[in-house]
């Protein structure tokens, strides 16, 4: 008996491949087994080519702007993105012709283990009742260890995240007066990264103080007498060895000012140096935070209890600095 001849033609294959996309579904359609599809595709020479294919589109296939509406928006997008964070110099007078006492504060960390809460009540206080005494704050306000930041510091928190907060603004207010500018610390960057909000920035305004982000220049004239202050959180070039070292890179890297005040090691530092010809006042403002299990194991020294004071007299360029601001209490 010979072979049976073919019952199905090319069209009929084509049609039922299209319709149904499939080999098998074809193969319903036409009352025969997937095999002998197969074998017809074979037969006509039929491939995956005669399964349709999209249209082609020129909405999609077409670029949407020409090269030159693209230069033209991304250059309008860089000019939009300009840094902006906060002043980056302010002129702030204070006119009075008698001694000035500023008291950088800086690492808080309400809320983590071991803080000096009753050293910080007592210091925020001092500035707050004190004639002619004024602060700068230098960051990290709260311990604020949500969940963009580190998981041993959430551990060791004790305090709310949103208590810890609630309660660096009231006492950002009760500083209202005396706060020459706010900076942004590494914890507080932590709000930005999480929901976009800057704390910091929230702090600023509370204490109608200029918002200075991460860095910034304060050219403070006293009486007669202009002083140029840099202010920042944390410097680049840090050294466990050399306190200053971070400032003094600032100095060399382009930077000028007398006197230069950080945070972020949390170890109170005053140093009175020579610079690019110049004299500089170096200050680092000291912490509130305890050694907690984290500056343990890292070998970090315990906190001191003392927080840096800057003396500036307003007739003559005088510049006193020391690691306890309440050495020069009897100065002001």
Request: glycine share 8%; with cysteine.
């Amino acid at each position: 008996m010979g072979r049976k001849a073919l019952d199905y033609t090319e069209e009929q294959i084509k049609e039922a491949l299209k319709k149904h996309k499939t080999q098998a579904g074809a193969a319903e359609e036409l009352g025969c087994s997937q095999g002998t599809v197969s074998n017809y595709v074979s037969h006509y020479g039929l491939g995956p080519s005669v399964i349709g294919h999209t249209p082609r589109d020129d909405r999609y296939d077409s670029p949407t702007m020409s090269i030159q509406n693209i230069k033209e928006l991304l250059f309008d997008i860089q000019n939009k993105n300009v840094p902006t964070v906060g002043y980056k110099e302010v002129d702030i007078q204070i006119d009075s012709y008698h001694k000035i006492l500023i008291v950088p504060l800086a690492d808080w960390h309400i809320g983590a283990r071991y803080v000096d809460y009753r050293r910080l009540v007592e210091d925020i206080e001092y500035v707050r009742d004190t004639p002619f005494v004024y602060t700068i704050l230098l960051g990290d306000y709260c311990d604020n260890y949500n969940t963009s930041a580190y998981k041993q510091g959430q551990i060791e928190q004790n305090i709310p995240i949103q208590d810890q907060k609630a309660y660096a603004e009231e006492f950002i207010k009760e500083l209202s007066d005396k706060t020459l500018a706010v900076i942004n610390g590494c914890h507080d960057e932590w709000s930005y990264f999480n929901d976009g909000f800057d704390f910091a920035k929230y702090l600023a305004n509370k204490s109608f103080a200029y918002y200075m982000g991460h860095n910034g220049i304060i050219n403070l004239l006293i009486g007669a007498v202009m002083y140029r202050i840099f202010i920042t959180h944390n410097t680049f070039r840090n050294s466990t060895i050399n306190e200053g070292h971070g400032l003094k890179s600032a100095l060399k890297e382009g930077q000028d000012f007398d006197i230069g005040v950080r945070a972020h090691n949390h170890k109170p530092h005053t140093e009175d140096c020579v610079v690019r010809g110049e004299r500089r006042f170096l200050v680092t403002a000291g912490s509130y935070k305890g050694q907690d299990r984290h500056a343990s194991k890292a070998g970090y020294s315990p906190t001191v209890g003392c927080t840096p004071g800057i003396l500036l007299d307003p007739e003559t360029r005088s510049i006193i600095v020391n690691a306890d601001y309440r050495e020069l209490k009897d100065f002001v």
